[in-house]
C-alpha cells in the first residue's frame, strides 16, 4: 500500500488549520467569561461605594440628631438659670452650658466634615457608575465581535472538515484503521514532516529504513512520539 507524501501532507495540513480554527472558536467563549467577571467586578466596586455613602450619611444624620437634641437642652438649661435658688446652682448649670456649646461647636465642625466627605464621595460613585458603564459596553462589544467571528470561523471549519474527507479518500483501505486511531487520539499532533532524518514532532532521529520506507511512500510512524511520518517537499 502506498500513500505519497502530498496526501499526508495535505492532511496534516488540514488537521493544522482544523485544530487552530477549533481553538480560536474555543477562546471566543473565554474572552466573554473575562469581559463579564469585569463587569461583575466594577459593579461591586460601585455597591462598596454607594453603601459606604449610605453609611457616611447615616453617621451624619446621627450626629444632627445629637447635636439638635444637645442644643434642645441648652435651651431648657437656660430657661432654668432663672429658677436657680443659689448662687453655686447658678454657676454650675452656667458651667454646663458652656461646656455644651464647646462640644456642640466641635459636634458642628464635625458634621461639616462628614457632609464634605459625602459630598466628595458623590464623585467616586459617579466614576464607578462610569466604569461599570464602559465595561457593560465593552463586554456587548466583545459579544458581537465574537459571535460574528464565531460564525465565520464555523463556516470555515465546514469547508476544511469537506475537504479533510476528500482528502482522506486519498488513504489505502487498509491503512485507515491506523491513521483514524493516531489523529483521533492526537488530532494535528499525530503527524510529522520528517526532514533530514529528523522527527519535526519530537527532534528524534529516524533509522535510515524508516528513510526508505518514506521514499518507497509506506505508511511509516515515528518510534519516539507516534506520528504518522511524510517527506518534505
Ligand atoms: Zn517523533
Same mark, same amino acid.
Given at each position: 500500500?502506498?500513500?505519497?507524501?502530498?496526501? %499526508?501532507?495535505?492532511?496534516?495540513?488540514?488537521?493544522?488549520?482544523?485544530?487552530?480554527?477549533?481553538?480560536?472558536?474555543?477562546?471566543?467563549?473565554?474572552?466573554?467569561?473575562? /469581559?463579564?467577571?469585569?463587569?461583575?467586578?466594577?459593579?461591586?466596586?460601585?455597591?462598596?461605594?454607594? +453603601?459606604?455613602?449610605?453609611?457616611?450619611?447615616?453617621? $451624619? *444624620? /446621627?450626629?444632627?440628631?445629637?447635636?439638635?437634641?444637645?442644643?434642645?437642652?441648652?435651651?431648657?438649661?437656660?430657661?432654668?438659670?432663672?429658677?436657680?435658688?443659689?448662687?453655686?446652682?447658678?454657676?454650675?448649670?452656667? +458651667?454646663?452650658?458652656?461646656?455644651?456649646?464647646?462640644?456642640?461647636?466641635? %459636634?458642628?465642625?464635625?458634621?461639616?466634615?462628614?457632609?464634605?466627605?459625602?459630598?466628595?464621595? @458623590?464623585?467616586?460613585?459617579?466614576?464607578?457608575?462610569?466604569?461599570?458603564?464602559?465595561?457593560?459596553? +465593552?463586554?456587548?462589544?466583545?459579544?458581537?465581535?465574537?459571535?460574528?467571528?464565531?460564525?465565520?470561523?464555523? @463556516? *470555515?471549519?465546514?469547508?476544511?472538515?469537506?475537504?479533510?474527507?476528500?482528502?482522506?479518500?486519498? %488513504?489505502?483501505?487498509?491503512?485507515? @484503521?491506523?491513521?483514524?486511531?493516531?489523529?483521533?487520539?492526537?488530532? $494535528?499532533?499525530?503527524?510529522?514532516?520528517?526532514?533530514?532524518?529528523?522527527?519535526? @514532532?519530537?527532534?528524534?532521529?529516524?533509522?535510515?529504513?524508516?528513510?526508505?520506507?518514506?521514499?518507497?511512500? /509506506?505508511?511509516?510512524?515515528?518510534?519516539?512520539?507516534?506520528?504518522?511520518?511524510?517527506?518534505?517537499?
Amino acid at each position: 500500500m502506498a500513500i505519497t507524501a502530498d496526501t %499526508l501532507r495535505t492532511l496534516h495540513r488540514l488537521h493544522e488549520q482544523l485544530a487552530d480554527l477549533r481553538h480560536r472558536l474555543a477562546r471566543g467563549p473565554k474572552q466573554v467569561v473575562l /469581559r463579564e467577571q469585569n463587569v461583575k467586578a466594577r459593579e461591586a466596586d460601585l455597591e462598596e461605594v454607594r +453603601e459606604a455613602v449610605k453609611q457616611a450619611k447615616l453617621k $451624619a *444624620d /446621627r450626629q444632627q440628631l445629637d447635636l439638635k437634641a444637645s442644643e434642645q437642652r441648652n435651651v431648657d438649661w437656660n430657661a432654668k438659670l432663672n429658677t436657680c435658688s443659689s448662687n453655686k446652682e447658678f454657676q454650675t448649670l452656667k +458651667e454646663q452650658i458652656a461646656a455644651a456649646e464647646m462640644a456642640n461647636s466641635v %459636634l458642628a465642625d464635625e458634621i461639616l466634615e462628614s457632609l464634605e466627605r459625602i459630598d466628595a464621595m @458623590g464623585d467616586k460613585v459617579s466614576e464607578a457608575e462610569e466604569a461599570v458603564k464602559a465595561t457593560a459596553a +465593552e463586554l456587548a462589544k466583545v459579544k458581537e465581535q465574537i459571535s460574528a467571528a464565531a460564525e465565520v470561523i464555523r @463556516g *470555515d471549519i465546514a469547508r476544511l472538515e469537506a475537504e479533510l474527507v476528500d482528502a482522506e479518500k486519498a %488513504l489505502p483501505v487498509e491503512f485507515r @484503521g491506523d491513521y483514524d486511531r493516531v489523529v483521533n487520539v492526537k488530532g $494535528a499532533d499525530g503527524m510529522s514532516e520528517a526532514e533530514d532524518g529528523v522527527c519535526n @514532532g519530537c527532534g528524534q532521529k529516524i533509522t535510515p529504513n524508516m528513510q526508505n520506507e518514506l521514499l518507497m511512500h /509506506r505508511p511509516t510512524f515515528c518510534k519516539s512520539c507516534g506520528r504518522l511520518l511524510y517527506l518534505p517537499e
